[in-house]
């Protein structure tokens, strides 16, 4: 009896890890406030005195590979960081001060986010969603999380009234 219920459980586990992976593959469509390619103004400030960032964001539970992608975005921007061109935030989602991110930025997952803030609001923003799917093969990861910055930085800013 305690093997079929010890069977069970596995299947179970291995048939909501499937349809997990499966949902996370799926793409979202866009809505008009979800970033595409192009960042997108989610409000309009000056650009004077911006700042970008790259933001962490998390829950209260953190498996090994929301640990693996923190730790290899920590490492792909060091020398931003170092250079004082970017900031690097580790934001908990679930905590109430930070829920809010998660309609800021439409955020479907746990993942990196570059944003350019001036006056301390954010007015453009990109999700790096593929991260997930890049996190096994460090040296990718990496390449992706720096040609994405990149990227961000030639993207005009929104324009201005």
């Not at 590979?65 to 792909?76: F, K, P, Q, V, Y």
């Not at 931003?80 to 908990?92: G, M, W």
């Amino acid at each position: 009896m305690g093997r079929k219920i010890i069977s069970g459980l596995l299947i179970a586990f291995v048939i909501a890890a499937v349809v997990t992976l499966a949902l996370r593959g799926r793409e979202v469509p866009p809505s008009p406030v979800q970033p595409t390619a192009t960042p997108t103004a989610i409000v309009e400030q000056p650009a004077a005195a911006s700042r970008l960032v790259a933001f962490y964001f998390h829950g209260d539970k953190r498996c090994t590979s929301c640990n693996a992608i923190e730790r290899l975005t920590r490492e792909a921007l060091q020398a931003e960081v170092d250079a004082k061109a970017l900031e690097i935030r580790s934001v908990n989602v679930d905590t109430p001060a930070d829920a809010h991110y998660v309609e800021d930025f439409q955020l479907s997952m746990r993942t990196v986010v570059l944003a350019e803030e001036a006056g301390g609001k954010p007015v453009r923003y990109k999700r790096l969603d593929e991260c997930w799917d890049r996190f096994g093969d460090p040296a990718d990861f990496t390449a992706y999380i720096r040609a994405s910055l990149k990227d961000f930085r030639a993207a005009p800013a929104p324009a201005q009234p």
